[in-house]
């Protein structure tokens, strides 16, 4: 086997390097067998000069070329030890060809995997909630409370805030339309309807999944994370009675409350823009709304409020509680409840919605 001896001088550095990757490229058009770089001599050196020899090593490779170093000193070992020569040197392997079952299996996959999790938690639940006190395991009423006042009280400015706007601009929306007829009355029945089976409570269960929904998601992910939930298990505490129970609980009852105020308060935006603006009184309003809702329609709301809040805080704490890979797996698992709280909210809208038609 034929060799070639490439010999550094005493500097290697920014200023000599390209002679030295000269006198490579001359070795390697020769196609030796081997080229020995003899570094014995050099007495200074810095990142410049060694990054020609990486270079050089890397050319050989790609050439064919078996490349020996030889008379390094122990700067120059502990340089190349710490920026790992064989990874700078080593071609980039090529992804492997993913099919598109394969890519949708990558999909669907995760899906699965939240939707079991969901589930399994759900039941987890009901049967904490339902045969839990036969057993003398019940609700921690006072960690029930301080979750409540953080899904509740957290959210009330906002909840107000948007109740108030949106019942201002149903009004203005129905006011354009009716008052072509002479029939700026039904702007009650518009907001009254609309606000109260539809509008409040989709509102709310969107605003408690990016707010409670998240943070316990968050929570709880970080109490996996920093093992404390296994702490918490090695003490013979149950995370489920103890931690997850109360969050669902208190997520429940937040929606019923706040979509309570969001009604009340959405209605008297309405009834604002009809008094100063279509010239309704305020008792002609409460009139019509009276007579467009019944006690039937507070109970379906009020029903579906519940199931809403159920449905935020189970997906919050299933994720949370499944959290992997660290800080940004939380992160992970705090987005993902937001997105399928949401999802979720809006199909379960859509199953009451077709069964009150169905049952008529």
């Known amino acids: 086997m034929t060799a070639t001896t490439i010999t550094a001088g005493a500097q290697l550095d920014r200023s000599t390097v390209g002679a030295l990757a000269g006198e490579f490229d001359r070795a390697l058009r020769e196609r030796p067998g081997r080229v ?14 060694l990054g020609g020899i990486v270079a050089g090593l890397k050319a050989a490779r790609s050439a064919g070329v078996e490349v020996r170093l030889r008379g390094l000193s122990q700067s120059m070992i502990e340089f190349f030890s710490l920026v790992s020569v064989e990874r700078l040197v080593r071609e980039p392997e090529r992804p492997a060809n993913v099919g598109p079952i394969a890519r949708l ?19 987890e639940v009901a049967e904490e909630l339902v045969i839990g006190p036969w057993q003398r395991r019940w609700l921690r009423l006072d960690r029930t409370a301080i979750e409540a006042d953080h ?17 201002l601009i149903l009004a ?28 409040g409570p989709l509102m709310t269960a969107i605003v408690l999944a990016a707010r409670s929904g998240s943070r316990n998601a968050a929570q709880l992910g970080a109490m996996v ?14 995370p489920l009675r103890f931690l997850v129970a109360p969050k669902v609980v208190a997520c429940a009852f937040a929606a019923v409350a706040l979509s309570v105020i969001f009604d009340v308060v959405a209605m ?9 603006i ?77 069964v009150q038609r169905l049952l008529g």
Do not use: H
Request: include cysteine; aromatic fraction near 8%.
């Open 36 to 49: 020995v770089v003899d570094l014995a001599g050099v007495e200074a050196f810095d990142s410049a000069g």
């Open 105 to 123: 299996g990558e999909f669907v996959e995760p899906m699965f995997d939240r939707a079991r999790a969901v589930i399994a938690t759900g039941l």
């Open 151 to 167: 899904c509740a009280a957290g959210a009330l400015p906002i909840i107000a805030l948007i109740a108030f706007l949106m019942g």
């Open 172 to 199: 203005m929306q129905a006011w354009v339309q009716l008052r072509v007829f002479g029939a700026e009355i039904y702007i009650a029945n518009m907001v009254g309807v609309s606000v109260l089976a539809e509008i």
């Open 225 to 238: 994370v920093g093992e404390e939930i296994a702490a918490l298990e090695q003490m013979g505490i149950r």
């Open 268 to 276: 008297c935006g309405g009834a604002l823009f009809g008094w100063s």
């Open 278 to 354: 279509a010239g309704i009184e305020f008792d002609a309003f409460a009139a019509q709304l009276r007579s467009a809702l019944q006690a039937s329609d507070f109970g379906i709301a009020l029903l579906k409020s519940a199931t809403f809040g159920l449905a935020v805080g189970v997906i919050g704490c299933a994720l949370g509680l499944r959290v992997r890979g660290g800080s940004e797996g939380v992160g992970r698992a705090t987005t993902g409840s937001v997105v399928v709280g949401i999802f979720l909210v809006i199909v379960i809208d859509a199953v009451f919605v077709t």
